[in-house]
């Protein structure tokens, strides 16, 4: 929370720095295209002033974004999305200023003061050089749609001032007509950036899915965990800079507190490795809805052996109609503690051994994690298998006279 507040006035001091230098240059423009007569340089103050109007609508919605209310329950981060497709019909705007200024105006070129336009129109190119260029470093750090658009747009207006620049100091060679032709191909590059600008705003204003990159570093997070055993889906969208993210889980079966535990477990670490998480919703189910995982402490013979010196661990599906499934032996080190912590891992229901753990933590675990210890007399594990296949047999009969 305290670096999304961090961000958050970043961006505003950035949304403000970018109205402050518009409001500058459109002064300082229209003031010094009245002194000059120069078309090109009033032409240009009208475009500053559109910067100006974007800066003042991407200022406001950076603010309105971070608002939550009763009403706004998961809150305004759209609003930047809306600004972004307001500042690219601006960029259209712009393209289509620029061209006609180019061709279609009528109106002769005749400049008092060619070396104070130009003085004027360099430093206005510098100025929005440098500031649209800082602005979009600092739009992808914060990953703000607004800001992002707003350094496109300052970009969009350091191209128009270099055009103007290349007619100012043709007209003052006697050549009027050099900057048409520029005119045409950075008024494409505008239209183009603004048109990027417009969809990827109107994607997010449609709830587009997250980018398919973001989605498969997110699925390596979740896998990393060992208790997940799939992924049965994963929506994310995106709004203004932040993102929401569903994910239902398959999980191995445990105790409803670990379950919990697990997947804030994995909702943190999410957090952690993907930035501008909003919202995590996550839905979890056991893998396995019926029927019974046991787990066997063996040794090499599939001797039935406890805690301290097991050396396999057979684990053994057993379906609701009795249908038996043998997986394949897992080797372990013969440590109650390690023993203890791959069975609360591997989501079986009940452990067979020839005693309990020793160890009160493995225990505790063991019961934290819903597994049932099972001791037996038994040496061989198809015997204590057909042992508990019975009882569990004779718990289904009875529960069926009790219904």
Known sequence: MIEQAKNQKLKERWAL????????????KFIFALVTGSLALMAEAIHSFSDLIASIISLISVKLAAKKTKEFPYGLYKVENVAAILIAIFLFFAAYEIIREAFFSQAERSIKHTEIAIAVMFFAMMATFIYSRLELKA???????????DAQHIWAD????????????????GYTD???????????FIFHSGWDIFMRGLKVLLDVSLEKEEIEEIKKIIYRHPAVVDIKHIRGRVAGSFKFLDIELLLHNYGLRETHRIVDEIE??????IPNIDSIFIHYEPVRQEGLRIAFLTCENKKIKDFSSAKTILVIDVSKDYQIHEGQPIPVEPKEKDI?????????????AKHHPMNFDVRWNLA?????????EQDD???ALQEIINSWKEFNKQKEVKR
């Open 17 to 28: 720095g970018s109205l402050l230098l518009n409001l500058t240059l459109s002064i300082l």
């Open 139 to 149: 739009a992808k750090r914060l990953n703000s749609p607004a800001l992002m658009a």
């Open 158 to 173: 350091f191209l128009s001032s270099v055009i103007v620049i290349g007619g100012l100091i043709g007209t003052y060679f």
């Open 178 to 188: 050099l900057d048409k032709y520029a005119a045409v191909i950075v008024a494409l």
């Open 268 to 273: 943190n670490q999410i957090r952690e490795e």
């Open 340 to 352: 203890g912590n791959i069975i609360t891992k591997i989501g079986v229901d009940i452990v067979v």
């Open 368 to 376: 934290r994690a819903g597994v049932m210890v099972w001791e037996t």
């Open 381 to 383: 594990y198809k015997e």
